[in-house]
């Protein structure tokens, strides 16, 4: 199941990534990289950090080959028709659903607390466009004021997987349904603009774009 979830989350997470550097401008190299950031950036730095050798795209050589192939068949595309560039934030939201789901499973799999499997769950779902962002030069989304809610999707998806394993369902049905639960938080959070305010309420007013990656 594990496995199932991670190689849905490299495709969506890499047509994600190719999308995103389509709108950059970028050539077929930029595509491709942030294409492997989007995918791998997450997951490498949870098992980095829970010491998991080899890495988990290293284990599976077959997920650098599926995304380097997405990247080259849609990099070359003439034309991406403007519905399917509005539609950028699926594929956006499948990947943050199907890897934190996996991260959290991975983590819990290691012997960690749930708390601790959480934040991996997060980490994994997240961390790869936060590093995207930082390659394409800008500042991440994912702690810009107002955007959509994200992280908190994985946060609270993460939770419901642990609450439906402590009642012992199966793992065929807490995983689809945590991963469903997330993907549904975090469209339904893009669609209502549901976003959290800064701290300080006297920062920068509401910005235009509203399909970051929110915290």
């Known amino acids: 199941m594990i ?3 991670e190689l849905l ?3 969506s997470s890499a047509l994600f990534g190719v999308l ?3 709108r950059k401008g970028l050539d077929f190299v930029g595509a491709a990289s942030i294409s492997l950031i989007s995918a791998f950036g997450g997951g490498t730095l949870r098992d980095v950090l829970l010491d998991r050798h080899p890495l988990f795209w ?3 050589p077959s997920y650098p080959t599926i995304v380097l192939v997405v990247a080259l ?3 070359q595309l003439r034309r991406i028709p403007a519905t399917l560039e509005r539609l950028l934030h699926i594929p956006d939201a499948l990947g943050l659903g199907l890897f934190s789901i996996a991260g959290t499973q991975i983590a819990l799999a290691e012997g960690v607390a749930p708390v601790v499997a959480v934040l991996f769950g997060v980490m994994t779902g997240s961390f790869g466009g936060v590093i995207g962002d930082i390659v394409c030069n800008e500042v991440p989304g994912l ?3 107002f955007t959509p809610l994200y992280a908190t999707c994985a946060f609270v998806g993460a939770w419901l997987l642990i609450l439906l394993k402590t009642l012992e369902f199966p793992e065929s049905v807490a995983a689809p349904c945590s991963v469903a639960f997330v993907v ?3 469209l339904a959070a893009l669609h209502f603009r549901i976003g959290l305010r800064p701290i ?3 920062r920068p007013e509401r910005p235009q774009s509203t399909e970051g990656h929110g915290v």
């Open 58 to 60: 290293i284990k599976n």
């Open 9 to 11: 989350g490299v495709i």
């Open 143 to 145: 702690f810009r004021p």
């Open 20 to 22: 995103l550097a389509r």
């Open 73 to 75: 068949f849609t990099s």
């Open 3 to 5: 496995q199932s979830l």
């Open 184 to 186: 549904l938080f975090r």
């Open 200 to 202: 300080d309420r006297t």
